[in-house]
Structure formats: structure tokens, C-alpha cells
């Protein structure tokens, strides 16, 4: 299992050369443990549930925390970290660039630059713009460690843009200023997956997967990748704990404990866990 950080860089970069992964996305060191635990082969972090963690809406935590997190992770894992960085925390590509070089020093094996503006009423950057913040994240981390993967995002779908002619664009103009990975999350029929893996081949697509829609191996047999979860574990978690609350605080009943999971398993789990760190 790799251990130093160029390591976890060389292995990140081997998932992506063939085959199809999962990199499901913790929210906190015990998340992070776990899921190592159960043999996945690398892990991403997740904006919303980082934020809901600290009690605080998706988009809603700064650089700077955020950096701190992406270090904290990348150090009590073994396994490469894909780093969701939203935006850069910048709007203007030299920002960007600053960012991006500062997160690459934390130990990521790889991160992610969305091309949504947060402003309703034009929530994506004109696709020159996108384009140049793509470029300034490219040679920021090259002038840490090239090793360090950049993927592209167009946030189309998810914007209420869902044209997949723009998507495609995007994508691939992305692919072109030097994103290793490309991922539109939102994309929801085989076809519309295909055809994001047509255009931008032979780099990597990721898919997002945050309900029980498609199983890994149909993604595999579309030349999917790898596979994200974003918030999907984090709101897992949420949904146990609401429902468990809710009934306790509108009826006064406990029924919601019966999906817990047990004391001895989770307990035992991290206990073995420490004795092998």
C-alpha cells in the first residue's frame, strides 16, 4: 500500500490507465478510516459534507480550512486523495493558481476545478474564462508536482444548463488546456455517459453517482473511469441521524436506533484500525 506522497501520486495516476474505481468521499477522519478500511483504492473529499459537518452550507468554507482539511485526510490515509476544490477559491486564474499550488503542497494526489460563477444569473464562467482558470491550475501544479491530477468539472447539469452539446465543449476544452480527468456531475442516461466518454478519450472520465441508479460494472462497460459519491455518504449518514432525531423529538420514541450501526463492530473496526496505524 502506498505511504509517502509520491507514491500515492504514481498509484492515483495508475487507477486512471485502466479499468474502473470507486473513490468514495469521507468527510472527516473517521469516514476517511473507514472506508480505507474496506479496501477501496482511493478516496475523495466532498465540499458539502465537510461544510455540513461544521455546520455550514455547501460552499460556505473557506481556503484556508479547507487546505487544513485536505492535509488532515491525506495524512491519516494511505491511499491517494482526490481534493474537491470547488472553484479555486478564486474567480480570476492568477487566484485560482495560488489556491491550487497551495492545496498540491498538502499532499493531494489530485484535485477538481468547477466552472460555476455562484451568480444565478450567469452560473458559469464564458468558456474562455473557464478555459484560462483551467490553464492557471495546470501550470500551478506543475510547478509543484506534475504528478498531481487535474480534473475539469463543467457544472452544466447542475446549474440547470443540461445541454450536453455544452457539456461536451466544455469538456473537452478543458481536456485540451490540460485536465487529466474530466467529470460532469449531473450526466443521468447511459447516452449522455457514452457520449462524454467518446469525446474526451483517451483521458478519464469520472461519473458521479449519488443514488441507486447505476451499478459499476454498467458504468465500467461504458469506459467510465472512476466513480464518485460526493455528498451521498455524508447525506446518508445525515438521513439515519434526522429521522432518528425527529422521531425522538416529535413522538419520544427510539425506533430510529434500529439501523445503528452496532457498538462492538464499529468500535472493534477502529480499534484494529489503531493498532495497525
Known amino acids: 500500500m502506498p505511504t509517502s506522497t509520491s507514491e500515492k501520486r504514481a498509484e492515483f495516476r495508475r487507477l486512471h490507465q485502466s479499468g474502473c474505481f470507486v473513490i468514495p468521499n469521507p468527510w472527516d477522519i473517521g469516514s476517511a478510516r473507514y472506508l480505507q478500511g474496506l479496501g477501496f483504492k482511493a478516496l475523495a473529499t466532498t465540499s458539502s459534507g465537510l461544510a455540513w459537518s461544521t455546520g455550514r452550507p455547501d460552499n460556505a468554507v473557506g481556503v484556508d480550512e479547507v487546505l487544513a482539511h485536505l492535509a488532515t485526510v491525506s495524512a491519516v490515509v494511505d491511499l491517494p486523495i482526490n481534493a474537491d476544490f470547488e472553484g479555486g477559491y478564486a474567480m480570476d486564474p492568477q487566484g485560482v493558481a495560488v489556491n491550487v499550488a497551495r492545496a498540491a503542497a498538502t499532499g493531494i494526489a489530485g484535485l477538481s476545478i468547477e466552472d460555476s460563477t455562484g451568480d444565478k444569473s450567469a452560473p458559469l464562467y464564458e468558456l474562455p474564462v473557464a478555459v484560462e482558470r483551467i490553464k492557471a491550475a495546470r501550470a500551478a501544479i506543475d510547478r509543484v508536482d506534475s504528478q498531481v491530477m487535474l ?101 419520544g420514541t427510539f425506533g430510529g436506533f434500529k439501523n445503528a450501526a452496532a457498538y462492538p463492530e464499529l468500535n472493534g473496526f477502529f480499534a484494529e484500525d489503531l493498532k495497525r496505524r
Open 151 to 251: 480534473v475539469g468539472r463543467a457544472e452544466c447539469f447542475l446549474v440547470g444548463r443540461p445541454d450536453l452539446a455544452e457539456v461536451v465543449a466544455r469538456l473537452s476544452a478543458y481536456a485540451a488546456a490540460g485536465a487529466d480527468c474530466l467529470y460532469a456531475p449531473g450526466l443521468r442516461t447511459r447516452d449522455e455517459i457514452s457520449a462524454v466518454v467518446k469525446a474526451v478519450a483517451p483521458k478519464p472520465v469520472n461519473v458521479l453517482v449519488g443514488a441507486p441508479t447505476f451499478a459499476v460494472a454498467e458504468l465500467a462497460a461504458l469506459g467510465v473511469r472512476r466513480i464518485s459519491t460526493g455528498g451521498a455518504m455524508a447525506r446518508t449518514a445525515w438521513g439515519e441521524f434526522m429521522r432518528a432525531a425527529k422521531d425522538i423529538a416529535a413522538t
